[in-house]
């Protein structure tokens, strides 16, 4: 048994003074407020539940100030992400996961979502474990100290009626039976889910689309959606329909699956992925650095889509800026002010978050969910002043204000370091073995 105290702490019913967590098993069993310390680890400033990344591209990290030295788009972004996917082998990638998931976890996150399509070796030639970059990446999360959900991807296509290129060819099985007899090779555990995605209906052909859906039913599942007009403009182009149509008729639309960026969207779009209770998962650092644009966040959530947050590409690992850009990126669509409240902020990035990706029983503090503990500091000159309430946390804290964190009761990070690891420098060493 392991107790942590809080000075403050964000609570199912709203923020709670002196609240004590009592931890078994990797659980609450049990929280109490205006409670003394006794023996617990102190927690000071505000403690909020675990956040969960839900769109993550591990080795996007490595293109971080890098991609940022001239005019473009998201294409011509892309050949730069290739160069580094045709870099990486199963040690690199571990190395370098490892690092980020560290990052990740000093920014108050315990649980990701890993967008996994770098499947094989360069020309596609498979490893002698099919699974080697997937369980590459489980194993970096579960040395970092952080819980995944590796999102196996099926990549076949090039774009629309096109073939995978030479960089692609990593990504591809060929087609989406193969990658199901692969993603079979996976098992998950209590930290580790294994769940399902599309990379895109540019990278999944519509007649595909389904046996992606039904292959593994009980499993998170998702997919890029609408990211670019030029993706929109193809699919109209080919198939008559916008992407979300496509993936509607696919039956790949539910309550399981997760709609990533979800940005050009038509109003009939909107309807289908709310009446399917379909998450939109928004990265809006990502989709500002690529120039793709501000989606629809007020108009999914009032019909019936749940917001969840990403990283994506790591430009910045921040989910309290995600949070807060969501509000402020709508500010700057509609030129008015309070679309979305901290609170609906925060529970996209914990419990509607963990949900996404298949952790179910986290992101709460209350009884019976996994103890997930993220300590703010009050004094920063950020937090400082602000009352220490949930806008706090949405409206003024960031990553750098986080100095503890805990995961499924382990205490990973103390004093805004992690307890295993020194991230920075494995961060530089990581990225500078793929980047020569």
Known sequence: ??????????????????????????????????????DATVLHGLVVPGLANCHSHAFHRALRGRTQTERGTFWTWREQMYAVAAALTPDTYYDLAKAVYGEMLLAGITAVGEFHYLHHAPGGHRYDDPNAMGAALITAARDAGIRIALLDTCYVAGGIDQPVNEVQRRFSDGDASA???????????????????????????????????SAFPDVPLHIHLSEQVAENEAC???????????????????????????????????????????????CPTTERDLADGIGPSVQLRDAGSP?????????????????????????????ERGHWSAPELLKAATTDGHRS????????????????????RGNTVRTAGTGGTAETAVFAATAADVSDVVVSGNHLVADGKHTRMDVAAELSASIAAVTR
């Open 1 to 38: 048994m392991t107790t942590y105290w809080c000075e403050t702490a964000l609570l199912p019913g709203g923020i709670a003074s002196r609240v004590l967590v009592t931890v078994e098993d990797g659980r609450f069993t049990a929280v109490e407020s205006d409670a003394d310390p006794g």
């Open 179 to 213: 990658w199901a007899s692969r993603v079979a090779g996976l098992s998950g555990c209590d930290d580790v889910v294994i769940g399902a995605a599309a990379h895109s209906v540019r990278g999944v052909p519509q007649d595909q689309l389904g046996a992606v859906a």
């Open 236 to 282: 109209l182009a080919a198939y008559g329909r916008t992407p979300a149509q496509v993936l509607d008729e696919a039956g790949f639309l539910s309550g399981r699956t997760s709609a990533v960026h979800a940005t050009h969207l038509t109003s009939v779009d909107i309807g289908l992925l709310g009446s399917s209770a379909t998450y939109s998962c928004f």
């Open 357 to 376: 990706i298949g952790f179910e029983d986290a992101g709460a503090l209350e009884v019976g969910s996994r103890a997930d503990l993220v300590a703010l």
């Open 307 to 335: 917001l969840t947050l990403g990283s994506d590409s790591h430009a910045g690992i921040d989910l309290f800026e995600e949070m807060r850009a969501v509000e402020l990126d709508e500010r700057l669509a509609t030129q």
